[in-house]
């Protein structure tokens, strides 16, 4: 398996836009993660799905942000529109309910 | 208000010596933790677990230590190698043995192996 794929890698955008971060978790997993990491904050979960369902979104910031998961291959993270202080690096994980894997992420950079 | 703390952001070893990095926690409720470790670029990979029920899990070189009474385990890496330098993130979970909750994370100590 190729393991958490996230696409794309970076991604620089001009406040006010529309960002879309993508993830394909890996196949039999049953658990997909979205986290995002700050200097400040560290690792903070931002939403998590079990069988494509949202199960904790408390984490999400703001209704700027919002995640699907249309079926157990993909899920999107979607910022619109987008500030300066969503710079960040957003990673997918996912499980079969033990250790997470993680993707390689997404650095995020609006200006 | 931090559940996870790794109140370290950074730790330099000689190559060969022991490299300890530590956690502390403040929800009595977790029941499984984990460590992982992560290289610029890249994500987090899992590193190495233990229950609530035990007090020590050896893996190799790496070495984690439970005190449930003090909310605090540590993570041992003997003999220490250049490779090893990473940051290194504690996490927590509770309900782990049922469905799955969230990972909580530490904010990561980076290590630092000088040869």
């Known amino acids: 398996d190729a393991g958490v794929i996230q696409s794309p890698r970076h991604e620089v955008t001009e406040m006010g836009q529309e960002v879309t971060l993508r993830c394909k978790p890996i196949?039999?997993?049953?658990?997909l993660f979205w986290y995002r990491q700050t200097m400040m904050r560290g690792l903070e979960l931002l939403i998590y799905?079990?069988?494509?369902?949202?199960?904790?979104d408390s984490g999400m910031p703001e209704d700027r942000f919002s995640a699907k998961m249309p079926n157990a291959s993909f899920s999107t993270l979607k910022i619109q529109p987008s500030e300066p202080r969503d710079s960040a690096v957003y990673f997918c994980a996912s499980s079969r309910g033990g250790a997470l894997i993680f993707g390689s992420g997404t650095r995020l950079t609006v200006v | 208000d931090q559940q996870v703390k790794q109140n370290s952001p950074s730790l330099s070893v000689q190559e060969g010596r022991i490299s300890i990095l530590n956690c502390d926690y403040t929800?009595?409720?977790?029941?499984?933790f984990l460590w992982y470790k992560k290289y610029p670029a890249e994500g987090p990979t899992f590193l190495i677990s233990i229950s609530s029920i035990k007090d020590k899990n050896e893996d190799g070189r790496f070495t984690v230590f439970l005190n449930k009474s003090a909310k605090h385990l540590s993570l041992h890496i003997v003999p220490s190698q250049p490779g090893d330098s990473a940051v290194y993130f504690c996490?927590?979970?509770?309900?782990?043995?049922?469905?799955?909750?969230?990972?909580?994370f530490g904010k990561g100590t980076k290590l630092s192996v000088k040869p």
């Open positions: 996490a927590a979970i509770r309900n782990y043995g049922g469905s799955q909750g969230n990972l909580i």
């Open positions: 929800n009595s409720m977790f029941d499984y």
């Open positions: 196949s039999g997993h049953d658990y």
């Open positions: 799905f079990n069988n494509n369902v949202p199960i904790d």
